[in-house]
């Protein structure tokens, strides 16, 4: 947590060093030795649009993407706390072949189909075009930047369309901004 604000934190992502605003409703506070845990391992994500975990007196909604800390298959662990989760995981330490991977970007790529543009977002309620492509590689085990311009720094490039593959990355970019595409 950087900044406190009325009800709201400004908090950095351990995963990608993003620094943004969330409602103080929603954070959890984690001790040192958990976030170095959490930093050392990749942690499987949500396939399903949207899917809850609970404990007791506790339900929280996630939605597609979102991580699962410490997942043994059935449970789990979230600061001190143990959470069952039901739904659908991806499994980012078995990575698959290029081919099966842009088979799984394409197919996770249709579940976002609709959401709303909204800049900085990263669910099915609103979403911008790198938090997308964030979102999309993160499930299949690829860990990108957040924003378009630091993401043209990963991967190989090629020079011509025809080099281009399922699941590249295609970037555009202009003087003061940059964007990307995704090659289906």
Same mark, same amino acid.
């Given at each position: 947590m950087l900044v406190?604000?009325?009800?709201w934190l400004q908090v950095q992502l351990a995963a990608d060093g993003y620094v943004g605003w969330m =409602?103080?409703? +929603?954070?959890? *506070?984690? &001790?040192t030795e958990y976030y170095n845990d959490w930093c050392a391992q990749d942690h499987p994500r949500?396939? =399903?649009?949207? +899917?809850?975990? @609970? #404990?007791?007196?506790?339900k929280i909604p996630l939605t597609l993407g979102s991580r699962l800390p410490f997942f043994d298959g059935m449970n789990l662990r979230l600061g001190h706390r143990q959470f069952f989760f039901n739904?659908?995981?991806t499994n980012p330490a078995a990575a698959p072949d290029p081919v099966r991977q842009a088979a799984l970007l394409r197919k996770?790529?249709?579940?976002?189909?609709?959401?709303?543009?909204? %800049? /900085?977002?990263? &669910?099915?309620f609103g979403l911008d075009c790198s938090g997308l492509c964030q979102?999309?590689? /993160?499930?299949?085990g690829i860990q990108l930047p957040r924003d378009?311009?630091?993401?043209? #720094?990963? /991967?190989? *490039?090629v020079h011509f369309v025809a080099q281009a593959k399922p699941g590249d990355l295609?970037?555009?970019?202009?003087?003061?901004?940059? @964007?990307?595409? %995704?090659? %289906?």
């Open positions: 406190t604000q009325e009800s =409602d103080a409703k +929603q954070h959890t *506070p984690v &001790s949500v396939l =399903d649009v949207v +899917q809850a975990v @609970s #404990d007791a007196t506790t739904g659908a995981a996770m790529a249709l579940l976002y189909l609709k959401a709303p543009y909204v %800049w /900085g977002g990263k &669910s099915v979102q999309l590689y /993160g499930m299949v378009a311009r630091q993401q043209i #720094d990963h /991967g190989q *490039p295609a970037f555009s970019t202009t003087p003061k901004a940059a @964007s990307c595409t %995704w090659a %289906w």
